[in-house]
């Protein structure tokens, strides 16, 4: 037999269950190295810092051939669509559902918030689900949850029963995003940035289409029906989850060979909130992700009391379909976006120049165009941000960093408008609303480039071991 290499030699003597569980080598980037070292895994070169020591994942061992990576983005588009399609079918028919069921506008802030709070609370428990099952399986348990509990919000016979298919439709998306990261990095481990741009493009599209064809189309096909028009977006999201459960690439962590496998991989699911890359992330995305909303929440009503409503259709088309120009950006410029600083350092400014825009200029054309840039900047930066996780964190800690990012992001999400509104309340000035705002871009261009350049998971092991 020939010897072992001197590296395998090293950790020769080391008992599997002992590497496999962290008891020799506490950290989880230790452990997977020494997994690495020991012959588990065929490549340990991090995706996109060549020559630093990490591993690629079991599953993208042999690496996807041309027409291989074209299917995976295309599955992880359609994955981002999925988690999105259903989510923003429900607010162009809120008045009809606010007439049928009588609700209150109390109960209708409610019902536009529940989701976001479930992506908070809900986002640990999907990063151990992920751990147990898988990120493919349970990622298709989700959409397939999200889409079964979207048509159900359309046999809601009081608010009651329409706030718990919410709460389950919320549930499904909240274990999905945490497993996009985790997916990325096994399925195209060279290619992260194109991935979570995919993926990232589906969200858009899946955030755009609803609100642009429910009003023009879908709800004169189904006669007015609310209930149908939730029906008919259901339909696509459950064949997405058809599509994506018969041409995913089997999940080969399952197939590993040694009996303790799950029980290894099922401890690391549980955030490490000690580590300064899970804040940094959170505050990054949620940074991002607090004006967007606060601008969709507060633009008509700033228009109004301003004089000028006619406005409010052209600026709302505008900060939602900017996004798709940014999509455009995003895929011209992928080979620049891994772990680059640039889009914090161009595109929080310009987010900040377009709020003051919005609070000082009054022409109609400025508010629309200040109203796009908003939306191209938020498009562009968060999937700068969701690229982050699997490039940074180490191969096993993917999923629990990305569920305590979104678990910060979507409080700041939740948290941010509220605070803008109470502002205006308090203050009877409308502008104080997009204080808050421009705020967050000036913390999101800090925090972003500073998230940006921080020290991967390999890095840091490379300078240990040197």
């Given at each position: 037999?020939?010897?072992?290499?001197r590296?395998?030699r090293?950790?020769?003597n080391?008992p599997?269950?002992?590497?496999?569980?962290?008891?020799?080598?506490g950290?989880?980037?230790?452990?997977q190295?020494v997994?690495?070292l020991r012959?588990?895994?065929r490549?340990?070169?991090?995706?996109?810092d060549?020559?630093?020591?990490?591993?690629?994942?079991?599953?993208?061992?042999?690496?996807?051939r041309?027409?291989?990576?074209a299917?995976?983005?295309?599955?992880?588009?359609?994955?981002?669509?999925?988690m999105?399609l259903?989510?923003?079918?429900?607010?162009p028919v809120?008045?009809?559902?606010h007439?049928?069921?009588r609700?209150?506008?109390?109960?209708?802030?409610?019902?536009?918030?529940?989701?976001l709070?479930v992506?908070?609370?809900?986002?640990?428990?999907?990063?151990?689900?992920i751990?147990r099952?898988?990120?493919?399986l349970a990622a298709?348990?989700?959409?397939?949850?999200?889409?079964?509990?979207?048509a159900?919000?359309?046999?809601?016979?009081?608010?009651?029963?329409l706030y718990?298919?919410a709460?389950?439709?919320?549930f499904?998306?909240?274990v999905?995003?945490?497993?996009?990261?985790?997916?990325?990095r096994?399925?195209?481990?060279?290619r992260?940035?194109?991935?979570?741009?995919?993926y990232?493009?589906?969200?858009?599209?899946?955030?755009?289409?609803?609100?642009?064809?429910?009003l023009s189309?879908?709800?004169?096909?189904?006669?007015?029906?609310?209930?149908?028009?939730?029906?008919f977006?259901?339909?696509?999201?459950?064949?997405?989850?058809?599509?994506f459960f018969?041409l995913?690439?089997?999940?080969?962590?399952?197939d590993?060979?040694f009996?303790?496998?799950?029980?290894?991989?099922?401890?690391?699911w549980?955030?490490?909130?000690?580590?300064?890359?899970?804040w940094?992330?959170g505050?990054?995305?949620g940074?991002n992700?607090?004006?967007?909303?606060?601008?969709?929440a507060?633009?008509g009503d700033?228009?109004a009391s301003?004089?000028?409503?006619?406005?409010?259709?052209?600026?709302?088309?505008?900060?939602?379909?900017?996004?798709?120009?940014?999509?455009?950006?995003l895929?011209?410029?992928a080979?620049?976006?891994?772990?680059?600083?640039?889009?914090?350092?161009?595109?929080?400014?310009?987010?900040?120049?377009?709020?003051?825009?919005?609070?000082?200029?009054?022409?109609?054309?400025?508010?629309?165009?200040?109203a796009?840039?908003?939306?191209?900047?938020t498009?562009?930066t968060m999937?700068?941000?969701?690229?982050?996780?699997p490039?940074l964190?180490?191969?096993?800690?993917?999923?629990?960093?990305?569920?305590?990012?979104?678990?910060?992001?979507y409080?700041?999400?939740?948290?941010i408008?509220t605070?803008?509104?109470?502002l205006?309340?308090l203050?009877?000035k409308?502008?104080?609303t997009?204080?808050?705002?421009c705020?967050?871009?000036?913390g999101?261009?800090?925090?972003g480039?500073?998230?940006?350049?921080?020290?991967?998971a390999?890095?840091?092991?490379?300078?240990?071991?040197?």
């Open positions: 037999m020939p010897p072992r290499p590296e395998n090293e950790f020769a080391i599997r269950v002992a590497v496999q569980h962290g008891e020799t080598h950290t989880a980037e230790k452990r190295t997994l690495c012959g588990r895994v490549s340990c070169r991090l995706p996109g060549a020559g630093l020591p990490t591993m690629s994942t079991y599953a993208s061992r042999d690496g996807p041309a027409g291989g990576i299917r995976l983005l295309c599955l992880l588009f359609l994955a981002g669509v999925a999105r259903t989510l923003l079918a429900m607010p809120i008045p009809l559902v007439e049928e069921l609700m209150s506008e109390t109960q209708i802030g409610l019902l536009i918030g529940l989701p709070a992506f908070a609370i809900a986002a640990v428990p999907g990063s151990l689900l751990a099952i898988g990120a493919n298709i348990l989700g959409m397939a949850l999200a889409a079964i509990a979207g159900c919000r359309g046999a809601a016979i009081d608010v009651w029963t718990a298919a709460i389950a439709a919320g499904g998306i909240a999905m995003q945490p497993g996009m990261p985790v997916l990325v096994e399925w195209l481990p060279e992260i940035a194109l991935g979570t741009i995919a990232s493009s589906g969200m858009v599209i899946g955030a755009t289409v609803p609100p642009a064809l429910t189309f879908v709800l004169p096909l189904t006669g007015g029906s609310w209930r149908l028009d939730l029906l977006w259901a339909l696509p999201a459950a064949l997405i989850a058809l599509v018969l995913s690439p089997k999940d080969r962590a399952r590993r060979k009996d303790d496998a799950p029980d290894a991989v099922g401890g690391l549980r955030p490490d909130w000690k580590n300064p890359l899970v940094l992330l505050f990054a995305f940074t992700s607090g004006p967007f909303f606060a601008a969709n507060f633009l700033y228009l301003r004089g000028q409503a006619d406005l409010f259709g052209s600026a709302l088309s505008a900060l939602n379909g900017a996004q798709i120009l940014g999509l455009v950006v895929i011209l410029m080979g620049r976006l891994q772990r680059r600083a640039w889009p914090f350092l161009v595109f929080g400014p310009a987010m900040l120049a377009a709020f003051l825009g919005l609070i000082f200029l009054g022409s109609p054309l400025a508010i629309v165009l200040c796009a840039v908003v939306g191209v900047s498009s562009i999937t700068a941000v969701l690229a982050l996780p490039l964190a180490a191969p096993a800690d993917v999923s629990r960093t990305a569920a305590g990012m979104l678990t910060i992001s409080i700041c999400a939740i948290a408008p605070a803008c509104g109470a205006w309340d203050s009877g409308s502008w104080t997009f204080v808050l705002p705020l967050c871009c000036v999101l261009t800090v925090i480039a500073v998230a940006a350049r921080h020290r991967s390999a890095e840091k092991f490379s300078a240990r071991w040197a």
